[in-house]
Antibody, heavy 121, light 107 residues
């Protein structure tokens, strides 16, 4: 069974930093591209960032480029999102999801349960 | 960037109704599109991939069609558990983009 478990969310002040983690199990993590997707309260889904199976390439939404960094540790089956210079508009539930855009059958077929990030003073 | 225009943004329907949701892409995306269902407080769940392939375990009342720029999700006979918000997602190129969502409510 595939499991994705996010952690690291919480309350942070504007301008602050936070690192999210996504622990994966039940599939060959090192062979799978991964993404982060977020959802602001009461809003729709927004893709945030993606990373290739080996750590490159990486991609970012314009809204987070230069502030967020995606990375992974294949030895720990864990995906990360380092968030800095946080703004109120970054407040959202952050989900991790697996899959390469080139393989439709497994693209975003599994999601984590999400972790809430609240940016407020 | 590819824009995904989803319609309607909401609809009211009764159990047993046929429901159709549409997504239009601002440029051709072949069949690189999925449909997702989300219930309050839950992660999205994939229903359809490659525009028309049914995810394993998803009831056959759900179907997807389309290619290029026009895509449709159809629920042939709406059931009580189908009241939720539905999103399309294009994965033809980065940045990935979701449709704005369709909230399906009980009439």
């Amino acid at each position: 069974e595939v499991y994705l478990l996010e952690s690291g969310g919480g309350l942070v002040q504007p301008g602050g930093s936070l690192r999210l983690s996504c622990a994966a199990s039940g599939f060959t993590f090192s062979s799978s591209a991964m993404s982060w997707v977020r959802q602001a309260p009461g809003k729709g889904l927004e893709w945030v960032s993606a990373i290739g199976s080996g750590g490159t390439p990486t991609y970012y939404a314009d809204s987070v480029k230069g502030r967020f960094t995606i990375s992974r540790d294949n030895s720990k089956n864990t995906l990360y999102l380092q968030m800095s210079s946080l703004r109120a508009e970054d407040t959202a539930v952050y989900y991790c999801a697996r899959g390469s855009i080139h393989t439709s059958s497994s693209f975003f077929d599994y999601w984590g349960q999400g972790t809430l990030v609240t940016v407020s003073s | 960037d590819i824009q995904m225009t989803q319609s309607p943004s909401s609809l009211s329907a009764s159990v047993g109704d046929r429901v159709t949701i549409t997504c239009r892409a601002s440029q051709g995306i072949r069949n690189d599109l999925g449909w997702y269902q989300q219930k309050p407080g839950r992660a999205p769940k994939r229903l359809i991939y490659a525009a028309s392939s049914l995810q394993s375990g998803v009831p056959s009342r759900f179907s997807g069609s389309g290619s290029g720029t026009e895509f449709t999700l159809t629920i042939s006979s709406l059931q009580p558990e189908d009241f939720a918000t539905y999103y399309c997602l294009q994965h033809n190129s980065y940045p990935l983009t979701f449709g704005g969502g369709t909230k399906v409510e009980i009439k």
